[in-house]
């Protein structure tokens, strides 16, 4: 069985920044992308808000950048994801879906959280193409257009809320005949005159040609007056939540009722010496942006680097 000194778990901002750090510090990482290379970033397109890209940056094309930079410094970047741990006690034990294994001193989780979609084939067929899980990131392509957020709770409201500050009109699509968010929330919604809440309603599908072009609702579905119909929108985001991917990691870990990894204060340490330094989303429930995920896996790799000079 292979044994590692620092391991990390993850290849987004958090998990790729990790490596360059601890790549510069001589400690050789080894970092398994997982199931998704790159990380949520790379189900958009074009990257506007980070840090020294005038011009934005296309986003696949940014998160490339950051694995050649950890080759750079040494990073040992393998595609496996890992699927068990035991993190009972030193040296600390994963097994891949590969069917490997190794024991590592100290390990760094950035695994990211997971957008929940609504299921839909279109979601698929038009991401990154209309489809969104991120107003943040991707709100500014749909200025002086129309829109679409999907859910009713907080996140739900603060996404139509920003996007109203960009967007010509914001359709909110709530299930239900009511909204979950806090009643501060509520009613900054209720009042923007761009903003329409279409309660009850679902959606069934998208349609478009280049693109999304509008969505399929249907009104009280199921019921006796259920009506279907077309609205015509330009973007389509979800709101319905992120699923943190810290399954592997409950019976050692501490987390919140969401599954999001609790450290300790504003740093990345989880409490256990010589590992879990969480970093990027499946710690942040908060901010979910690239350039703070970033921020959190330089931490981590920093604070990994002073645990394992005490070995």
Known sequence: ???????????????????????????????????????????????????????????????DSMRQQALRFGADIREAMAVRTDLSAAPYHIWFDDASEVTCDSLIIATGASAKYLGLADEEKYRGQG?????????????KKRVAVVGGGDTACEEASYLAGLAEKVYLIVRKPYLRASQIM????????????????????????DGVEGAHLVF????????????????????????????????????????????????????????????????DPHYRQAVVAAASGAKAAIEAEKYLATL
């Open 186 to 209: 509520q009613e900054r919604v209720l009042n923007n005159p761009k903003i329409e809440v279409l309660f009850e309603h679902n959606t069934l599908g998208l349609y478009g040609n």
């Open 220 to 283: 009280r579905k199921g019921e006796a007056d259920e009506r279907c119909f077309d609205l015509p929108i330009d973007g389509f985001f979800l709101a319905i939540g992120h699923k943190p991917n810290s399954g592997i990691f409950l019976p050692w870990v501490k987390t919140d009722e969401t599954g999001y990894i609790i450290t300790e204060g504003a740093s990345p340490r989880t409490g256990i010496p010589g590992v879990y330094y969480a970093a990027g989303d499946v710690a």
């Open 1 to 63: 069985m292979e044994h590692i000194k620092l391991l990390i778990l993850g290849s987004g901002p958090a998990g790729y920044t990790a490596a360059i750090y601890a790549g510069r510090s001589g400690l050789t990482p080894v970092i398994y992308e997982g199931l998704q290379p790159g990380g949520q970033l790379t189900t958009t397109t074009e990257v506007e808000n980070f840090p020294g890209f005038a011009e934005g940056i296309d986003a696949n094309e940014l998160m």
């Open 131 to 143: 489809v969104s899980a991120c107003a943040t990131c991707d709100g500014f392509f749909y200025r």
